[in-house]
């Protein structure tokens, strides 16, 4: 089944293949954002947003793998890839200043405004994808 799926999704339009991969980055990103918000207002439990950030950062670095690994055929589709590939490194800069702001190097505020706009930035490809 799994080697199916490889294979089918191998076919997708390279557009799907940039929605779901900005639908992933941006699940990653708000998951993120809700552990620093936990940080933020002392309810997070021990451990639990260091785990977050690794799950989001792991998940951004998997959605920009399957972004640099699409075929472009035409300047359209390589704009896309690109501003897909932009925005997931949004993303994954917005998680690093999240963790770095656990340890007192980011400003929390600041942190958590780079994780909104990398959020919406994502958000913005995923509905245009799916409109």
Known sequence: MGACALVLAGCAPLSQTMTDAAA?????????????????????????SATAFDDAE??????????SEADVATDEERTLRAETRDAIRAGLDAVDAARESMQGLVDADAAADALEAASARLNALVQAGEG
């Open 24 to 48: 992933q980055g941006r699940s990653a990103v708000e998951t993120a954002s809700l552990a620093l918000e936990l940080e933020q207002h002392g309810r997070a439990l021990f451990g639990v």
């Open 58 to 67: 792991r998940e951004l670095s998997d959605a920009a793998r399957t972004v």
